[in-house]
RNA sequence: GGCUCCUUAGCUCAACUGGAUAGAGCAACUGCCUUCUAAGCAGUAGGUUUCAGGUUCGAGUCCUGAAGGAGUCACCA
């Protein structure tokens, strides 16, 4: 807001001697006390050269003589809260709603910025665990889009290695052919199937050698299993064709499943990396590190990088027999992001358990003076937890993400007949209905808290339909565009009336739009999104239950509700959607 | 054991990055549907912000230590 400016500079202009004059700002007045900004004197006393109370007068006497929007001010100790006219107020909610790209930032403007997420394995389905990560992946790259950001959303596809192996050899072992169609079963699905299955067998081979006197690591060593899935592995890596073609087989089933799962999420990629395609890469530029001396190379061939002036340790960089290890591949990746596309920021949404993975990466690319090593940034959350602890898939303790999409959208239909407010609506009408209100509920109360914590899950707890959470955020949506379906709404008002506590206090919230979408661009945070949306939806509640809108007495109040109600609709509307969750006309 | 992160109401989370009397939801209890959708609104109750020190006008927030929890320290990814 402009004034809020004016004001700074006013109080800078009375306050000199300060090293840091952009330190003097205001902040939002406590609801508690009479105001909308309130500056806090304490800081400035030694410069003002006054006790606190002298001092908020002194300043607001001249803010007050100085700036005829402000239409008063008190001092409690040592705050001084500023109170701008309601007729002011009013001015800006016009030229907010007259504003069709209001919520918009610009500070992205001509930045490019890529967000990897999901980056699944293709040995399983996903999991919970993987909803967070693409839900935070999704709506923060729709965030920075939002704040003006060009963005590129990408998905590495860990589609080789020694777990998809494990599902293979099981496959070919016990599979009988099966394939998604002969057995009804989604690819992914099949897949994991016979990874626990290889599993399973695996660990009653090596139960029986150790019946036998072997100890735990030499029945691994002895294992038959393991040796002839290490072997395929091998031949996977010598271009085999026969173990090529399963390998296709088998992803391909497991593909077909995941672009089903992330449709019904919602979430999307313009960008697809596969490491089978990318794990060789980075070799090179370790060996150009060698050459420069910043790594170095131990007798056995080895290369390492020795980080212990970061206070982290010795890392591997290259194996003795030239292959790469996972590193190697992401410094390899990270800079053919960065050809292909010239990102200003690469933004990696990844697991806290890789917090230490991604400082070495970056702490080496910065010491390899690559251009892009300051735009890597590793978006650590926190892991989903059951209250038995961590989700295990070999364990079965996973929540699966196709049965717990399923399991809500069935919840939301039932709430939804329960309720019986949908007569009229077609059998499909309802379908997209369940799934808009039960996705919604799953992704918000993911995407509620703050990314860097863990999040608990209890699978026993179905999650809520009430009270902070998406439905009640979609039925306030839904209840607005009830309300204003079939009425005439005008930007222009007269604006000579009284403005009371509720249309107040939904006014401001719904001025602070913007402010709230840039904070959460710059932390990385959709949560901010998240609370800021469930403030706005109680306040507007609270102002809709106590004022009639439709009946109001004067026209130009009639006017002005009808424009609340619409921008409320709106900032709902644009909020919701930065969270990937759909808001239905009527529910 | 080294390093990193966490601990706020019975439960799940907020607290504008050091500001005023720490706020919501769920669960419990009490009211409000013959008026714009009750997936709502109003209210009651619930707190030594894990503990002990420190820094200052002021600490849930910063510094030190302790307790409890999680992660990581692989020639796995």
Same mark, same amino acid.
């Given at each position: 807001?402009?004034?809020?400016? *004016? ?18 700002? +205001? ?62 107020? +009013? ?14 930032? +610009?500070?992205? #403007? ?29 709506? $923060? ?11 590129? #959303? ?18 070919? @072992? ?106 060789? *890469? ?76 991604? @400082?070495?990466?970056?702490?080496? +690319? ?7 090593? #300051? ?10 937890? *059951?209250?038995?602890? @961590? ?17 809500? $959208?069935?919840?939301?239909? @039932? ?57 009640? *955020? ?114």
């Amino acid at each position: 807001m402009k004034v809020k400016r *004016l004001i700074e500079k006013t109080i800078q202009n009375q306050i000199g001697g300060i090293e840091d004059p952009s330190k003097i700002t +205001l902040e939002p007045t406590n609801p508690k006390f009479e105001g909308d900004f309130t500056f806090v004197v304490f800081p400035f006393l030694k410069h003002l050269k006054k006790k606190p109370e002298e001092a908020a007068t002194f300043l607001g006497e001249i803010i007050y003589k100085e700036i005829p929007k402000i239409e008063s001010f008190n001092v409690v100790k040592g705050f001084l809260n500023l109170k701008l006219s309601d007729q002011v107020w +009013l001015e800006y909610f016009q030229e907010i709603i007259k504003d069709p790209y209001h919520g918009r930032n +610009l500070y992205g #403007k001509n930045k490019k910025v890529m967000v990897e997420y999901s980056s699944p394995n293709t040995n399983k389905p996903l999991h919970l665990g993987h909803i967070r990560n693409n839900l935070l992946g999704y709506s $923060i790259a729709e965030i920075l889009k939002y704040n003006g950001f060009k963005v590129i #959303k990408s998905n590495l596809i860990n589609d080789r290695g020694i777990h998809i192996c494990k599902s293979m050899w099981a496959w070919q @072992k016990t599979g009988n052919q099966e394939t998604p169609i002969s057995s009804q079963i989604k690819g992914d699905h099949l897949v994991g199937k016979y990874y626990v299955i290889f599993d399973k067998l695996y660990k009653g081979e090596i139960n029986e050698l150790k019946a036998q006197g072997l100890s735990q690591s030499e029945a691994e060593k002895k294992s038959k299993i393991m040796r002839e899935t290490r072997e395929m592995l091998q031949k996977w890596e010598r271009g085999d064709e026969e173990i090529r073609a399963l390998w296709s087989k088998m992803n391909s089933w497991v593909y077909e499943g995941f672009k089903e799962t992330y449709q019904k999420l919602g979430v999307d990629f313009d960008k697809f990396y596969y490491e089978s395609e990318t794990y060789l *890469l980075g070799k090179e530029i370790v060996k150009a590190g060698l050459n420069n001396a910043v790594f170095f190379q131990k007798e056995d061939g080895s290369i390492w990088v020795d980080l212990q002036n970061e206070n982290l340790d010795q890392k591997l960089l290259l194996r003795a027999d030239g292959t790469s290890v996972y590193i190697t591949q992401d410094i390899g990746t990270a800079d053919l992001k960065y050809k292909e596309f010239k990102v200003d920021q690469s933004i990696y949404v990844v697991g806290n358990e890789q917090d230490y993975h991604f @400082k070495v990466l970056k702490v080496i +690319l910065e010491k390899l003076k690559k251009p892009y090593s #300051k735009g890597v940034f590793h978006l650590s959350y926190g892991m989903v937890d *059951l209250p038995s602890g @961590k989700m295990k898939s070999r364990e079965g303790t996973v929540v699966d993400a196709d049965d717990l999409m399923r399991e809500m $959208i069935a919840t939301a239909a @039932k709430q939804t007949q329960e309720l019986g407010k949908t007569n009229g609506l077609s059998f499909e009408e309802l379908e997209v209905l369940h799934k808009q209100i039960g996705l919604g509920a799953l992704k918000y109360f993911l995407l509620k808290v703050d990314p860097q914590k863990r999040l608990l899950f209890d699978p026993e707890e179905s999650i809520d339909f009430h009270g902070n959470t998406g439905p009640f *955020l979609q039925y306030t949506f839904a209840r607005i565009n009830s309300l204003l379906s079939e009425q005439e709404i005008t930007d222009d008002f007269d604006l000579n009336f009284e403005v009371n506590i509720e249309e107040k206090n939904l006014l401001v919230l719904v001025t602070e739009f913007p402010a709230k979408v840039q904070e959460a661009g710059q932390s990385f945070s959709p949560a901010l999104v998240s609370n800021y949306l469930y403030e706005l939806a109680k306040c507007y509640n609270r102002f809709y239950q106590n004022n009639p809108i439709l009946k109001s007495n004067l026209p130009q109040k009639k006017a002005f509700r009808l424009a609340l109600c619409k921008e409320t609709k709106r900032v709902l509307k644009e909020g919701l959607c930065l969270l990937g969750i759909d808001t239905p006309k009527r529910m």
